[in-house]
């Protein structure tokens, strides 16, 4: 059965930095594309980040960020572990969140929500002093 858990949400003072994981089964992640989502209270979910499939790009997986998190975050995969992270350093508090992974089929990755044909639960990212 194919899952997606994301772990490593967690109460993080601004400037604080966490790592969130996206372990799979049922599926191998480097077949797709996987990207990291957010959702705050009363907000639609937006992208963060993606990695397309290695087998898309000669030089490995392609990243993608949305411009309020480029140079803080950093999305990485370790295909042994069949894992996905996103290193999120310089949190603010406008980072609270809900944040869910989610797989797509394509390969390619993108930030937009619909392109994606699995999600895992979410894990609570909370950013306050």
């Known amino acids: 059965q194919l899952q997606l858990v994301e772990s490593g949400g967690g109460l993080v003072q601004p400037g604080g930095s966490l790592r969130l994981s996206c372990a799979a089964s049922?599926?191998?992640?480097?077949?797709?594309?996987i990207g990291w989502f957010r959702q705050a209270p009363g907000k639609e979910r937006e992208g963060v980040s993606c990695?397309?499939?290695?087998?898309?790009?000669?030089?490995?997986?392609?990243?993608k960020y949305a411009d309020s998190v480029k140079g803080r975050f950093t999305i990485s995969r370790d295909n042994a572990k069949n894992t996905v992270y996103l290193q999120m350093n310089s949190l603010k508090l406008e980072d609270t969140a809900v944040y869910y992974c989610?797989?797509?089929?394509?390969?390619?990755?993108?930030?937009?929500?619909?392109?994606?044909?699995?999600w895992g639960q979410g894990t609570q990212v909370t950013v306050s002093s």
């Open positions: 049922g599926i191998t992640l480097d077949d797709y594309a």
């Open positions: 989610a797989a797509d089929g394509t390969g390619w990755g993108t930030l937009g929500p619909y392109d994606y044909d699995y």
């Open positions: 990695i397309s499939s290695s087998g898309i790009s000669s030089s490995g997986g392609s990243t």
